[in-house]
């Protein structure tokens, strides 16, 4: 009778493992301390970003860990709905799925696009790794 227990015992340890991995990851620039960042292949990262467009600034995707990682779209704006004032700012959003197993750089900038030769206004870096 014990050696039936032993291999449930270890399946369900294994199960309650696989359980406790979120399906995504949402990352804000402000938790950029959270970086390097591990995700497993299938999960997906959620990364949110304040923007305000009507300023002419913009984050610009510079580097997307596209060895790692796919882009699910591209970048949506969205402004609280709350907020009901012209040119208040927003929030910008993109969404990966983790696609295979390396390390790869995620880069943003968030600057004018027309201004070459300026240091961006702000900038996130996050070393992301697939397990």
Known sequence: ???L?????LGLALLSACAHKPSSVTLQQNQQS???LTLYSGQQLILQMPSNPTTGFRWLVR?????????LGPEVYSNPEDAGLVGSAGRSTWRFQ???AGEGRLLLTYQRPWEVGVVPAQQFDCTITVK
């Open 1 to 3: 009778m014990t050696a």
């Open 5 to 9: 227990r032993l291999p449930l015992l």
């Open 34 to 36: 959270k970086c390097p």
């Open 63 to 71: 580097d997307s860990a596209a060895s790692v990682l796919q882009s």
């Open 98 to 100: 983790a696609k295979q």
